[in-house]
């Protein structure tokens, strides 16, 4: 299943930054080397400058308290002007003025990629860039406008006291207007539908709109997420996948109930509604399960959040099967 923003993006992140950052270190390099060659006299200039930083350290530490701040002003002046003697050389030679400063690839965290423990937003970014191709390359078919209602029937269905493909249309608008007033915050969708009833292609279509104005979306299904999970506490990997889906603008959640039926499962679901629902972030989850069964299945404090979201449900038979020639 396409996994969307999940650590692996966050590490390409960091290595692109790294990356960039070298980059930007040997053109530094490189400048620096080709002043230096052109004009000596900078290279002088430099070592002077250097100079008067040791001297500050060397009379706050020795100086005589009467006239310490005297000849502190005076090496202030005097870096001042060796500093201006550098600019004047790379200004009158036709240099941009700022052409020696430190190159980053991000201003905001100085190529860090954190800023006051929290990721930078050129990691974001570019986790965000990582996840979409990733995106696209697996799920480029789901869009809102490939969505086939054909597929749905158009007669009326007694098993679902509706016409399918009403309901679907209904489902996919529902689904629209999801992406157009979403703002990162709020609750959510649950899917309720048999398989091959549409429920991944409308939560790839979600995910792809949003990515495309620019949100960070993860999508991963139930099973996988909680395999990862559990890796990540009680095995070797290392990862900050809770983070992730607690931190991410949209989390879609594929298949809830396809996950064994365990305790710990159970309270790492409800961790992972819990956390969104905590902090008003919104989440898309799937199930193929029946009313009932998610009932029957899940303890009141789960359902109770995923029923919390908007709840659409889908009728109709397997797509698969139908495209595949089955009658129906
Ligand atoms: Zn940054």
């Known amino acids: 299943m396409t996994k969307v923003f999940s650590s692996e993006y966050i590490i390409k992140a960091f290595n692109m930054l790294e990356n960039e950052h070298s980059k930007l270190k040997r053109t530094e390099a490189e400048r620096h080397a080709e002043i230096l060659g052109k004009f000596p006299e900078y290279g002088e200039l430099e070592e002077q400058l250097a100079q008067t930083a040791r001297d500050i350290v060397s009379v706050v530490i020795n100086g005589r308290i009467e006239d310490r701040y005297e000849v502190l002003e005076k090496i202030k002046n005097k870096n001042l002007s060796i500093q201006k003697k550098m600019t004047d050389i790379l200004v009158n030679n036709g240099y941009d003025e700022d052409y020696l400063k430190p190159l980053f690839y991000c201003d905001i965290c100085s190529d860090k990629g954190a800023v006051n423990g929290e990721w930078c937003s050129c990691i974001k970014r570019a986790a965000i860039k990582f996840a979409a191709a990733d995106l696209n390359e697996n799920g480029s078919l789901c869009t809102f406008d490939d969505f086939d209602l054909s597929f749905y029937s158009d007669k009326y269905s007694e098993k679902c006291d509706c016409v399918p493909r009403e309901t679907m249309k209904k489902n996919l608008e529902d689904c629209k207007r999801f992406v157009e007033k979403f703002n990162g915050t709020g609750s959510g969708i649950f899917m309720i539908g048999a398989t091959g009833l ?5 939560s790839l279509a979600i995910a792809n709109e949003l990515i495309k104005k620019g ?3 993860v999508y991963n299904s139930v099973p996988e997420l909680l395999r990862k999970l559990n890796s990540e506490q009680f095995g070797n990997s290392d990862g900050d996948t809770m983070r992730i889906i607690t931190d991410c603008d949209l989390l879609i959640l594929d298949d809830l109930g396809a996950e ?6 159970s309270s790492v679901v409800y961790q992972l509604l819990n956390a969104r629902v905590a902090h008003n972030r919104p989440m898309v989850v799937s199930t193929n399960l029946e009313m009932g069964e998610i009932k029957a299945r899940y303890q009141d404090r789960i359902w109770s959040r995923l029923f919390s979201m908007r709840v659409l449900l889908f009728y ?13």
């Open 198 to 202: 549409g429920k991944t292609h409308l």
């Open 260 to 265: 064994h039926n365990t305790e710990y499962s």
């Open 215 to 217: 949100w960070s979306v």
């Open 316 to 328: 109709g038979t397997d797509n698969r099967l139908r495209t595949a020639g089955n009658n129906w």
